[in-house]
């Protein structure tokens, strides 16, 4: 009860700062408040996505244009942004923790997509991947997701291999009077699954020259809660804040934004181990310009990550005083992106240039042994330099085209790693000495190609076809994990793995057939793809005897090392929908992959089974009402290498509203999981918990029923 009761101070409090906020702004203003302007797919994320993107908001998008199920088939009230991609055909999440979310699509996950935050490839501090790309965009701050559905154009980013997702953060905007205006996008929440609570949002000055804006976010909550327990130590808590400041000067406009991250103890219990700080700086200058009949964009930027993690702070300590294991990450990682738009016969043609540089370091130790270290990382760097084309045009009347081709090398390198062990012991000194002795320099030069036809057959109906050449380099863990660990950027398979140095890039094959079908009253848009991967990065038993006896000492008798196998993918994914009668709206998507070896009879890990989503909604322009249903079919297709285990079917009820006050309050409320069902989402890592709830080893379960709250200002 003091939980709740502390939670629903900290939401009346908010709630007191927002609103004398709102009066004042309001008071001050000559003019009546306009509407608040929602993320559309006329936004710059849409513009440079593909031929039909997916655009997915903080807030419900209406209409079939935006391929969006209504957000109440999403989890409205989890404190990762990453859960609104459950509304998108073809997208999922993995999850390992309450905001240690990755995207899924397509089979693919991890170091595999391409996942950007106000355009920037943000590098993870975490071996494990505690902090994925979307955990730098709270709920809060978050204006927009745009999901290229489908094959990623090659203007999306280097590396675009499983396909792209861009996170948009709110930002203060020009005015068009040379009057300061002050404007301002906050909100406030409680969740009772977890007796969570968040605030946080915007506040900006700005004109038609200058625009400036304050950013800050708070999220706090505890153990979560499912139908028939509590998942221990799965608390967070994260804080936020930053600033931006831009100049427009006739055609052309220079900024930079800078935000620091501090996400405090959270449960990871899918993990070896949780956070017990993520300290994290990121900073971008930007130009966007107009030289002539060119248009110029480019961008700087850096981000460092600071990262503590351990085994015995949160959740309960190991019996034995030698399995007691902190882990600290240290990151950091430079980028330019650079790109110019011009007229090329009856279409356009852009040009690009983008580099990263990154460099990771790992120390694990034992605070009851002084004496114990495992330089897991040591310098290990992993920078690529990426050059592009691409021509987007009509031909005829009824035809478009997209054609680009990237060029880009990767350059990998890591210092020399030791270990107490390596000092004491025979096997683990023979691991290290084989690594240090290696030549661990590695260069990659991977060419990227794809082309998209648009046809459009009548002005209800189009077709699209896409082919693409896709490839991707190991990361740094799959080339320079040197000793049995569960570093593995989030796999959370509960085996050991090992690096290989030798490995070589992923080389896939893409082809997508869709189709789009629209009236004024109806969509409907099926795709269906086919992926054949060469060179797939999986873990396969190791046999190496010095490799099986460190990791049984490490509590796995039967590790994986990262190698090179061959894959495919397949499957088809669609949305539809459309206005029933009056006011009242269908909306649904669903989504199937299957993804095997092709070089043995096995299954791939942690693949989504069959699943959808479904809303029925009455929706005017101040007040939503939805019913909605998420649902997933068995998943018996499961890697027997990965040692993987099947899971069963399940489906929860959502309801949730929403009401928007002429002023630009909006006030919304729902239930998640409405009959409070146990399910287990096959996505969900294992839990590496004891003697809770969840049994050791099985998949984390779904949270239980939710009750949540929203209140937003925005003047």
Known sequence: MRRIARNV?????????????????????????????????????????????????ADALEGP?????????????????????????G???????????????????????????????????????????????????????????????????????????????KTSEFTESSEFE????????????????????????????????????????????????????SEYERDQYGIGYAARLGDHELGFDYRHNDTDPSGTPALPMDIMEVNTEIARIHYGGTLGETDLRGSIYFNDVDHLMNNFDLRTAPGNPAMFRENHAESSAGAIDLAATFLAG???????FDAQQARHDAMVTNPNNRVFFVEAFNSAERDHYSAFFEWRAPLGDRFEVETGLRYTRVEMDSGKVDALPAQLLM???????????????????????????????TPELRIELAAAHKTRSPNYLERYLWIPSQATAGLADGNNYLGDIG?????????????????????????????????????????????????????DPTPLQFANVDAEF??????????????????????????????????????????????????????????????????????????????????????????????????????????DKTYTDHLAGLNRIANGDVALGARLPGQGRNFFLRIAQRW
């Open 570 to 675: 397949f499957g088809a994914d669609a949305s539809f929908g459309g206005r029933l009668f009056g006011n009242v709206h269908l909306d649904g998507v669903v989504s199937y992959v299957r993804a095997k070896r092709r070089d043995i009879s096995d299954d791939l890990f942690r693949i989504s089974p069959l699943n959808g989503a479904l809303a029925l909604s009455y929706r005017t322009d101040r007040f939503d009402a939805s019913i909605g249903t998420v649902a997933a079919a068995k998943q018996r297709k499961v890697s027997t290498t990965n040692g993987e285990t099947q899971t069963g079917s399940w489906a929860i009820l959502n309801v949730s509203t929403t009401y928007r006050f002429a002023s630009g309050t909006e006030i919304s409320g729902g239930v998640e999981n409405v009959l």
């Open 9 to 57: 101070f900290a939401l009346v409090v908010t709630s007191l700062l927002v609103f004398p906020l709102a009066r004042a702004a309001f008071a001050a203003a000559d003019d009546p408040i306009p509407p608040v302007r929602p993320a559309t797919a006329e936004s710059e994320e849409a513009d440079q996505a593909e031929l039909s993107p997916i655009v997915v908001s």
């Open 182 to 233: 002050f404007h301002g996008d906050l909100e406030t929440g409680v969740s009772s699954v977890d007796n969570g609570y968040f605030g946080g949002g915007l506040l900006s000055l700005a004109n038609d020259r200058h625009r400036m804006h304050l950013i800050g976010t708070r999220q706090s909550g505890h153990d979560s809660d499912f139908g028939s327990g509590r998942i221990r130590f």
């Open 91 to 169: 997208a999922n999440v993995n999850t390992n923790g309450s905001i240690t979310r990755q995207v899924h699509y397509r089979g693919m996950f991890g170091t595999r997509m391409n996942v950007r935050v106000d355009d920037m490839h943000i590098t993870s501090g975490g071996p494990n991947w505690m902090d994925p790309p979307l955990h730098y965009l709270p709920r809060p701050q978050l204006d927009s997701l745009v999901v290229d559905r489908g094959i990623a154009s090659v203007s999306s980013g280097a590396e675009s291999f499983g396909g792209t997702v861009r996170g948009r953060s």
């Open 427 to 457: 096997m683990p000194a023979m691991l290290r000495n084989r690594f240090n002795a290696a030549d661990r320099s590695r260069s990659d030069d991977n060419l990227d190609g794809v082309l998209k036809l648009l046809y459009h057959v």
């Open 346 to 352: 009856d279409g356009t043609m852009t040009l690009g």
């Open 65 to 89: 244009d935006e391929h969006v199920v209504e957000s109440a088939t999403a989890l409205q009230a989890a404190p990762s942004s990453a859960e609104l991609l459950r509304g998108t055909p």
């Open 503 to 555: 490995l070589d890039p992923e080389e896939s094959w893409d082809a997508e057939l869709g189709v789009d079908w629209r009236t004024e009253r109806f969509y409907f848009s099926p795709r269906g793809f086919y992926r054949r991967v060469n060179d797939y990065i999986q873990g396969i038993p190791s046999t190496d005897m010095a490799v099986i006896m460190v990791s049984t000492a490490n509590g």
